[in-house]
């Protein structure tokens, strides 16, 4: 088994991609995450006790941007938060991988979460792998791509571990600052020399 790691805007999810690519069973955390706010969940329920009604969306879920806005801008609100959905992530993550083993049981199973490093947690992974960007290319992909303020980003970033402690306590590094070709790549090698099948070609 491997957990991937990485932060925000760090390319992790490409990684993963990659992973399922090749022959791994991707079990994505952070979906599961976006899973449990949903209406009628214990996550959602959980959520508005703590925020109350102004992390609403028109529909009833919770809108995430808004919930990001109050907590990324209050350190003790992000732990009530991750202190309330984490477990449930666990528990949830831990079933998927249990069903993962008993359906694939020969194949490597992926749990990618962004928050391993900072909690503590590889769900019972072989190797923690991590996923690591320079911060300025991060702030550039989130801008560009997700439409996000700068302010936003270093916002999420500073909320996150930094990558000298992601590279401390991960069995493998893939550093991603240059093209989706040149991630493949290093994804790729990384892969068959976990798997024991030699070098890439």
């Known amino acids: 088994m491997i957990g991937l790691t990485g932060g925000i805007g760090s390319g992790k999810s490409t990684a993963a991609a990659i992973m399922a690519s090749l022959g791994g069973v991707v079990i994505d955390a952070d979906r599961i995450a976006h899973e449990i706010y949903l209406p009628g969940t214990d996550g959602h329920a959980a959520v508005l006790g703590l925020f109350g009604d102004?992390?609403?969306?028109?529909?009833?879920?919770?809108?995430?941007?808004?919930?990001?806005?109050?907590?990324?801008?209050?350190?003790?609100?992000l732990a009530q938060l991750n202190g309330l959905i984490h477990p449930l992530v666990r528990s949830e993550v831990a079933g998927r991988m249990a069903d993962a083993h008993n359906d694939h049981p020969?194949?490597?199973?992926?749990?990618?979460?962004?928050?391993?490093?900072?909690?503590?947690?590889?769900?019972?992974?072989?190797?923690?792998?991590?996923?690591?960007?320079?911060?300025?290319?991060?702030?550039?992909?989130?801008?560009?791509?997700?439409?996000?303020?700068?302010?936003?980003?270093?916002?999420?970033?500073a909320a996150q571990t930094d990558n000298d402690a992601r590279r401390e306590v991960a069995d493998r590094v893939i550093e991603n600052n240059g093209t989706v070709d040149e991630l493949e790549r290093a994804v790729e090698v990384a892969w068959l020399e976990f798997t024991g099948e030699g070098p890439a070609a």
């Open 54 to 77: 102004d992390v609403l969306a028109a529909d009833g879920s919770i809108d995430r941007l808004l919930l990001g806005q109050v907590v990324f801008n209050d350190r003790s609100k």
């Open 106 to 157: 020969q194949s490597v199973v992926v749990v990618e979460a962004a928050l391993m490093t900072e909690t503590g947690w590889t769900g019972g992974v072989g190797e923690l792998w991590a996923v690591v960007t320079d911060p300025e290319l991060v702030v550039g992909r989130l801008v560009s791509g997700r439409g996000m303020t700068v302010g936003e980003v270093r916002l999420r970033v």
